[in-house]
């Protein structure tokens, strides 16, 4: 996709990636994802952010169709996450007058990084930058998603590059703006790219939707992903919520089975779910990615876990999933536990213990030996109901 001008003197610049499998090596990539570049141009020149090294070639060839590259003034550095900062290099020798600007943190990583010290100047937060006919001003909001994050104001424009919050993944289809798609379908890859990238930082994510609601905002740029000129505060507001932690009246059963007889229970407990009136999203914990579970257990209040006891443990896909919700820090859910044992158990004693570790509501478990009799399948039933019922009352009593 060429170059767009977003506002007067703005422009996109960016690239769609649609070959990278996995973003930072684990989080699969089916609808690809966008480094979004912009280029400010008053009577100076500034580029925010740039791409991945890999396609540095094809933002210069995007930039090169608004002006020549060699005439950018000022490149900013919102986030040294090699996803933006990759094209730096390149960008450095052909912009060679260029001064990089970044925050303070970000100058020890310019060198280790990409060996990047002449020409480097950190910028305070609150900083200005006139550029003759368009100011920039740096606000810095540190970890969302590394320490050394910041965002850039626009200030005659009124537009605000965001970095990595409020982006999500999924290439921008010939369309930039969020009024102009089905958002549809963009708001699940928005909250995967939210839970598995920067759901741990959400405490610094909520400091930062505080400290940039105080600039008057009419378009929001993120680094990812779709950007925001019609209602702005909506994708905030959707990213507050999912940093609050503030799941959605449904529950997400995530379940493993090795001959089938949990999931078995899981169709069970999917339709006391139902029962209650609430959605429910039931998944393999051995086919679907990860990536997707912690998705849809960020995604809804309600979290049902279902496996058999292995090797006296958890069901290692399941553990797995809990083991990333822990260092991804979900908070406030409530929770139900299932799964089948052959001899000893062991399964549900080990979940019941991760769930109380991790401050989450257990509203109640169970285990069975073998397959699921007619009555451990009732049981199971009124476990989905109980689990549905008692998310629904909580949020009524929000
Ligand atoms: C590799 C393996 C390890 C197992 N370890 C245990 C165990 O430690 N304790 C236990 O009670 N059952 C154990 N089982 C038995 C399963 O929990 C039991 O077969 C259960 O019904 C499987 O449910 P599923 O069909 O949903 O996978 C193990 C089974 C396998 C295949
Ligand atoms: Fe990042
Ligand atoms: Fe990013």
Redesign the pocket.
Known sequence: MGPLEIRAGIFWVGVNDRTTDLFEGLWPLPYGVSYNAYLVVGEKVALIDSVKSCYAEELLGNIAQVLDPARIDYLVVNHMEPDHSGALPLLGRVAADAEILAAPSALPMLTRFYGLTEQVRAVRDGETLDLGGKTLSFHHIPFVHWPETMATYERTERVLFSGDAFGGFRTLDGALFADEVDFGLYEGEALRYFSNIVGMQSQAVLRAIDKLQTLPLEVIAPAHGLIWRKDPRRIVELYRRWAQNEGEPGVALIF????????R?AEAVAQGVREAGLPVSALDASRVHVSFLIQEAWRYQGLILG???????I?PPVEQLLRLLERKRLRNRVVGLF?????????KKKLEEKVRELGWELVESLEF???PTPEDLRRGRALGRAVAERVAQGVRHA
């Open positions: 493993g089975s090795m001959y089938g007889e949990t999931r229970m496996g058999p006891t292995y090797d006296t443990g069901f799964g089948s044992y052959g001899w000893h158990g062991g399964a030996a073998g397959a």
